[in-house]
């Protein structure tokens, strides 16, 4: 399957419950493996989310889209590209516990006032995967939310990226939550709480 796009409305893609690896949404060339935008609603359910070695992002939410995602595997991706972008006031929110099992520039990375809601998850990061910008990056007003979160595994890279005024919340958590073996950076008004 390539690129899911959403004309209108709420749509589910739900996969294989007892083995989400199984059922892989790929995406090609340049495009998102998933793009969704302006007000529609998809929920993402037991399935691996991969890209090719030119692909974008996995998930991209923009113009008030919302994604909400659960038991979903994110795997392979160029090193390049975040596994998740949300923007210009998307929303992807995790509604379930997840699987990190590959890497890429960021798991995240918000901007334009994107926001990603993933509270109160266990978030199972395997085989240590690399994240050459940070595991979470987040930039222009945007904001990212991890209260009473937790991990399990590690990967490498930069724990945290936050600039010109976007903020990570994680409820006093302290700054070791995130993934990664390098501490994380503020700068130009980026909070981390």
């Given at each position: 399957?390539?690129?899911?796009?959403?004309?209108?409305?709420?749509?589910?893609?739900?996969?294989?419950?007892?083995?989400?690896?199984?059922?892989?949404?790929?995406g090609t060339s340049f495009n998102p493996t998933v793009l969704l935008g302006a007000g529609m609603f998809l929920t993402l359910k037991y399935l691996r989310l991969e890209g090719n070695a030119s692909g974008y992002a996995l998930v991209?939410?923009?113009?008030?889209?919302?994604?909400?995602?659960?038991?979903?595997?994110?795997?392979?991706?160029?090193?390049?590209?975040?596994?998740?972008?949300?923007?210009?006031?998307?929303?992807?929110?995790?509604?379930?516990?997840?699987?990190?099992?590959?890497?890429?520039?960021?798991?995240?990375?918000?901007?334009?006032?994107?926001?990603?809601?993933?509270?109160?998850?266990?978030?199972?990061?395997?085989?240590?995967?690399?994240?050459?910008?940070?595991?979470?990056?987040?930039?222009?007003?945007?904001?990212?939310?991890?209260?009473?979160?937790?991990?399990?595994?590690?990967?490498?890279?930069?724990?945290?990226?936050?600039?010109?005024?976007?903020?990570?919340?994680?409820?006093?958590?302290?700054?070791?939550?995130?993934?990664?073996?390098?501490?994380?950076?503020?700068?130009?008004?980026?909070?981390?709480?």
């Open positions: 399957m390539g690129r899911v796009l959403v004309g209108s409305g709420r749509i589910a893609v739900q996969g294989n419950s007892g083995n989400p690896s199984a059922v892989i949404v790929r991209t939410s923009e113009l008030n889209g919302v994604i909400d995602i659960d038991s979903v595997v994110f795997g392979t991706l160029a090193s390049g590209q975040p596994q998740i972008a949300v923007s210009r006031c998307g929303i992807v929110r995790a509604i379930g516990n997840y699987t990190v099992a590959a890497g890429g520039a960021a798991h995240v990375m918000a901007w334009g006032q994107g926001v990603f809601d993933c509270r109160n998850r266990m978030i199972t990061v395997s085989g240590t995967p690399a994240f050459a910008w940070a595991f979470a990056a987040a930039s222009e007003c945007s904001l990212m939310m991890f209260n009473t979160s937790t991990f399990s595994g590690s990967g490498t890279g930069k724990r945290y990226d936050i600039v010109t005024n976007a903020v990570i919340q994680t409820a006093g958590a302290g700054v070791n939550l995130l993934p990664g073996n390098s501490a994380g950076t503020t700068g130009t008004g980026g909070q981390y709480a």
